[in-house]
């Protein structure tokens, strides 16, 4: 873990523990003088490590409970559903190019990740 990721999660731990508790993006990005993107990075890495910080559309928080952990599981699942979706449909485009399939011939992809 960077010193960097130390201290958010720490500043989290101390400041922001419970959903309740959430901080905007804006304002820890802020805190930490670093961009919004950075900060979505340095979040992921925590995950990675495991540790519980969690977010919804209110901001960011360390965990006090299971079912918090369990409501950004299930929003990241979402998430990545959407991405896959996007990916899928990027592949079906090269099928275009490529002149597997013709210009105006509809694709259909449904997905469901649960």
Request: hydrophobic share 30%; net charge positive.
């Amino acid at each position: 873990m960077t010193n960097r990721e130390k201290q958010i999660v720490e500043y989290l731990k101390e400041h922001h523990s419970g959903k309740n508790n959430a901080i905007h993006s804006d304002k820890l990005a802020a805190k930490f003088n670093i961009t919004t993107r950075s900060l979505r990075g340095y979040v992921n890495k925590l995950r990675q490590y495991g540790q519980p910080v969690c977010s919804d559309k209110h901001g960011y928080w360390y965990a006090i409970s299971e079912k918090e952990i369990k409501q950004t599981v299930k929003h990241l699942n979402r998430f990545i559903g959407e991405v896959s979706s996007a990916r899928t449909g990027l592949q079906c485009a090269t099928l275009v190019f490529s002149g597997d399939i013709p210009k105006n011939t509809k694709v259909k992809i449904t997905m469901k990740v649960s």
